[in-house]
């Protein structure tokens, strides 16, 4: 039975707060897991089913997302990665896994650079590489929606840049993510103050994915009808991190923790632990096996 704490800290005058799932026993660093720019501490249950028998799971609000203090205008990865390094700290432990997805595969990419020393592991789902002059125009439209009141259109239309709508291309779930996604997105618009600069950030204060990352153990994912970024882009970033693993999950869009959610968590728990990745079961033999970034057949 896993043990439930939530502490409260601060970094650079803005309150913020992690929860740990304490394990008695475990086999493996505890693990942070960082989501999309609005979801917060309480959206990861599959993860801690599963991470849970291994490690501590550890989630949180950090400074612009959920119950924390918003972020003040300009660039925010350096705060973001102080409040996460905080965090280290308070846990007493000298490294962590770092499990980041979306806009958390930018921060924590951000993190294992500035100091790799805390960073045992690092798996990195979703990755943002590239965003197109035409998604920067569907999501300034969505904000300036918001800003003018009608969250509706502003939930629909970060869904349906979020998601893949090809019925051309097969993904697991679709409806229900695409009803699951635009529910929570008109939450935290409705009841987040910071919905639209969290979005404006995702825009403006772009992560840097230009590389210089080494001596990290390093997995990066990408459902196969990733339309935010191609899963070819994913893998060329993976490409930068010297020994980094990249595959891809079928049958998923850029919501794969979503569309796949035991898989993906199945995945994250066998890569912290040091298992095999070949065998695990959200790979389909052809289109989802393990391979180098340099291999062509991976995507």
Known sequence: MSEETIRALSVGGLSYSYRRLRQPRWTTEPVLVLG??????????????????????????????????????????DVVCAAIERIIDDLGVPRINLFGFSYGAGVAFGCARRFPGRIARLALGGVPAHISEAQRELWQRAADHLLRGDDETFATLVTEGLMCLDAGRHVTHRKLAYRYVRRSILHAARHSGDAAAALSRGLQDRPDF??????????????????????????????????SRFL????????????????????????????????????????GRESSPADPACV
Do not use: K, N, Y
């Open 210 to 243: 230009s590389g210089g990352l080494t001596g990290i153990p390093t997995l990066v994912f990408s459902g196969e009808h990733d339309t935010v970024t191609s899963p070819a882009r994913q893998r060329a970033f993976a490409a930068t991190i010297p020994g």
């Open 36 to 77: 999309g720019a609005l979801q917060g501490m309480f959206g990861w249950p599959q993860m801690e089913d599963h991470l849970g028998p291994v490690a501590d799971v550890v989630t949180a609000d950090l400074p612009g997302m959920g119950s924390a203090d918003p972020l003040p205008p300009g660039p925010s990865i």
């Open 248 to 287: 891809t999950i079928p049958d998923a869009d850029h919501w794969v923790v979503l569309e796949r959610p035991q898989d993906v968590a199945d995945l994250a728990a066998r890569f912290f632990t040091d298992g095999p990745l070949s065998s695990a079961p959200c790979l389909a033999p052809a289109a």
